[in-house]
């Protein structure tokens, strides 16, 4: 037996094509299924043919036999990339005894077109403007041309301002949606590569190009369209077919392109889509088709910003649903008749339709994430996010299928509804109507967490439904209403959970970049990224994303690159946070800058405020010192041990100016919330001696609540590990299991399939919160999910040795659970660690693949050093697990 790699990731991506890095990175997993297997040494080739790659000189870079157990971020040290080299690479593995085993199957790579002098192609659009309110339909570009030799292979670089959909001779390129998603347009665009030699042919050819609005020039937010970038979308594409003889056709946008309206009447991101299939052009992306309504684009010049490869996976539909029963019918004949559709799963996304009938009848389709107490679809909780779309038939005998393009929804029920007088008979609807499809950042699922109690359970699921309806191109805070923003609060809670739930490494790559592009020049980190309109702030807690972020990438991933390359702007960041102390607090009552949005919907100053009642004085200078430390964390390990001691210092003001103003003498704090309880302990913000007082004060106060939460979006994700940490466990299951409100399992128990806003979004006493924010699709409370898997499980993470290079496996059973288990897939290999309780006796599962190592602790608290392999360890159910306080 020997060792193998597989799974060989290229900047974190499988076969990546036209990617920007220079210096790209590669990583693997180890295959080797001895017990103890561990790789002792690695030899990476990469060349620039199959045919060079097979013998032992290849071309690009060959590492030579390298000593050590490195299997991620190992960066390419090989001859230059020039743009579209193309590359294929291997590995081979040493094993714990130092033989080496059989190279890896070969994995490959391509540069995209790194300089702008690669791009021949022109910038053209439509001359289609609506301003406003006024939503324009989507304009088809197209072009046909001829390719006079056989041909070998073929790329497509493209991009848009805007959204574009790209089919050649009739077929759809990729199954991408909302592409080039969504940077800051001002500072930066991405643009994608697509292989597509198959769809091409010698002779003659057409490409055909869809465009929308997308954020560029459609809604964003509470904006009305074209305030924030542009005011009509579009495109560049550039195609480079490479011949069999060697030579190049390169057929790229230019004024030699023809546009024309087409089936898409109206698009929005927020508002909808309505699509007229009667007004479809016939061959509309093939040569030959009907060119009658077409006319001359328009060029237009480059916009002023760099031209970059997308790091991130596209948006995909993710899962398919089909209704769990039968349409609910409504409406009578001669008015307008309805079926309301249920998914029975809150989701970002689209639905696809099957209908039949008669020709220009047009179906209505509204989406909605509840019902109200009448039974009909509540869309109140949208604000002004008219979420609707429209589709008018064709009348093919056969039935005809469309799902949208460039708007998506967050809706869990879908109301399609006609006008009998008006539209006709339409072959009934059933089941089979309505397919839901969810669209996410194509991010792999790499997280499991189950245990004995089916309510936790349905947290975790309703959890990860909260990353899938949120994590589309950019961290959103909620899918449905007119925001759908990168709240970067919302981001910073979350990030840890959504890296153990999801494959979450490119897509903070590409978010984190995001980051700098939207930072002010004076350091301030708005409190969206990408920002609005104007120079903003986030303020305590949200722009904290600005460190906490990347510092959590790198602990999952072990990505040294992303601390490297974005320290400037997280120094510059903590700079200005330090600038903007007066005597170590921040922000300063009067202060010129905004002081935060508080503990968001913290319940502790009445719930209809969603200010809380920990003042942001405390919270800013607590969150300051907390950052401080992680950026000096992060200094030393950059080796920029002046940056790290400055740091250090600024970190001791903080806590010198937090124990000044709002400690006591005795370890009370001058604020008596639990938020202020939990940031002061979990950041170590107090005085040894008067931290076990302020512990058991923290107690009091939920106590006081018969021990539930009374935290906010920034106190929340502090409780159950702050309790762990103390030695109680037992009473951070105690809150985190209460079925009541408010808690975590109070949503769960009144039927939540996603995280919502609130606590109390919906309660069957009083119905719907506050409308103005009410979303049922929210992470922020799914921040839980880390205590999940690191706690409960016991599947944690060892800051000293990121990249799970070695795990810490220390599961606290109790609240009554019988076993729970926790799965990651982790940049290094498959790892699992779980529990059942026997009796008296705790059982222990634990697995580790190849290089990976853990300390298991266990209840009674011995330790055991644990190797590649699955074991078992068994204790006494030990002392730590107690029910009542
Ligand atoms: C968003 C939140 C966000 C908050 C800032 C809300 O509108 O939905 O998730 O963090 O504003 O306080």
Redesign the pocket.
Known sequence: MTARAIELRTEYLVDPLGIGETTPRFGWWVEDERPGARQTAYRIRVASSPERFSGDAPDLWDSGQIAGDEQAQIPYAGAALGSRTRAHWDVTLWDADGVAGPSSAPATFEMGLLDRADWSATWIAAPIMEAGQTLPPAPILRRTFALAHPIRHARLSITALGLYEAHLNGQRIGDDYFRPGWTDYHVRLHYQTYDVGAHLHQGANAIGVLLGDGWYSGRVAHLERGLLYGERPALLAQLEVMHDDGSVTRVVTDDGWRWSEGPIRRQDLIEGEEYDARREIDRWAEAGGDEATFAPVLTQAWPDVPLVAAPNEPVRVVRELVPIAEPRRFGAGWGRIGYLFDLGQNVAGIVRLAVRGPRGATLRIRYGEMLAADGTLYTANLRSARATDAYTLRGDAAGETWSPRFTFHGFRYAEISYHERWDGELAPFDRTTVTGLALMSDTAETGTFECSDPLVNQLQSNIAWGQRGNFLEIPT??PQRD?R?G?T??AQVFVATAAFNFDVAAFFTKWIQDCDDAQGPDGRLP?VVPRLLGQQDGGPG?SDARVVCPWAIYGAYGDERILARHYPAMRQWLEWQAGSARDGIRPWEGCDYWPG?SD?LALDNGWQS?IGATPRDLLGTASFAHSADLLRRIATLLGHDADAARFAAFRETAVAAFNREYVTAGGRLAVQTQTAYLMALAWDLLPEPLRQPAFDRLLGLFAERDWHLSTG?LGTPLICATLTRFGRADLAYRIFLQRDYPGWLFPVQNGATTMW?RWNSWTPDAGFGDVN?N?FN?Y?YGAIGRWMYDTVAGLALDPARPGYRHVLIAPQPGGGLTHARATIRSIRGPIASGWTIDGATLRVEVSLPPNVTATVTLPDGTTRELAAGHHVVESAVGSRQRDKP
Do not use: I, P, R, Y
Request: net charge negative.
């Open positions: 805070d909620c925001e923003l709240w609060g919302d409190e949200w949005f968001w969603t979006f806003e924010m979303s929210h922020a």
